[in-house]
């Protein structure tokens, strides 16, 4: 029996069917939860934190203070969120959190001076068609240059990527240049990775040809998306990333079972 094609996807959800279908199908299809981690919340505290100092900090004001302030107004947001509660984090693990969240805000000084950037937005919602997907995603940060060019900045906390992994990465933030081609109607000269944790920062310059191949790619994978719910063949991928994997316990490549309306088939 035909399972629903999304309606809609993020960015990062387009990717994950190649990475697994059936971890895919789970997240994207299924809406099963996916409980928060540290890592998760950690994210969050930063990436809200960098958000209020561009929100309500204006240039001059953006300073290293500034910042941690902000982290604290992130923390008392996020420390009540069930997920958060979720994780029964004791005192001295949420002294670690935070200490580690500030050292991520201090090597995001060591990035770029905020004093000196001109943001037009953080956290844009950008959403449009590309080819029969509707494609929702949310840019961190989008910057105008002082040529008037656009650039588009995401924060990343995890670890900075390998280089053979890197084109990968990029290619998935491509697809938030495509989108702002589609809504503003104007290409982004540049796109930044922050990785804070580096601190690293990887820059890609966003060309005709290679956002007609991320159009391609997308419309593709949309076609091997729409097959799959067709005939309900969403298999493992089983690969080193099923170790961080919330469905692992129902994933039948490791010996779990799915519910029983998900036919799949091992590889
Ligand atoms: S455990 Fe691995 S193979 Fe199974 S669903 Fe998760 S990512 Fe896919």
Request: net charge neutral; aromatic share 6%; with cysteine.
């Amino acid at each position: 029996m035909p399972v629903p094609v999304p309606r809609s996807l993020s960015p990062s959800k387009v990717g994950a069917f190649t990475t697994c279908p059936l971890a895919f199908r789970f997240s994207a299809i299924d809406r099963m939860p996916e409980p928060a981690t540290r890592h998760t919340v950690l994210g969050t505290l930063v990436h809200r934190a960098l958000e209020g100092l561009f929100w309500h900090h204006p240039a001059g004001q953006r300073s290293r203070a500034a910042a941690c302030n902000e982290l604290a107004r992130s923390w008392a947001t996020v420390a009540d969120d069930p997920e958060t509660t979720a994780l029964r984090l004791d005192s001295s693990e949420v002294d670690e959190l935070l200490t580690e969240a500030t050292g991520l805000l201090d090597r995001y000084f060591t990035l770029e001076q905020p004093d000196a950037v001109r943001d037009i937005g953080t956290e844009i919602v950008l959403e449009a068609d590309v080819g029969d997907v509707r494609l929702r995603g949310i840019v961190d940060r989008l910057d105008i240059e002082p040529d008037g060019s656009l650039t588009v900045v995401d924060y990343k906390t995890g670890r900075v990527p390998a280089p053979a992994s890197e084109q990968a990465r990029l290619g998935g933030v491509q697809i938030y240049a495509l989108l702002c081609q589609q809504v503003l109607g104007r290409r982004p000269s540049r796109v930044r990775l922050l990785y804070l944790r580096g601190p690293v920062s990887i820059e890609a310059v966003p060309t005709d040809q290679g956002l007609s191949g991320v159009q391609r790619r997308t419309a593709a994978l949309w076609t091997a998306i729409s097959r799959a719910c067709q005939t309900e063949d969403f298999r493992p991928r089983p690969s080193p990333l099923c170790g961080w994997c919330h469905f692992r316990p129902m994933c039948p490549a490791h010996g779990g079972g799915p519910p029983a309306a998900h036919h799949t088939t091992a590889t």
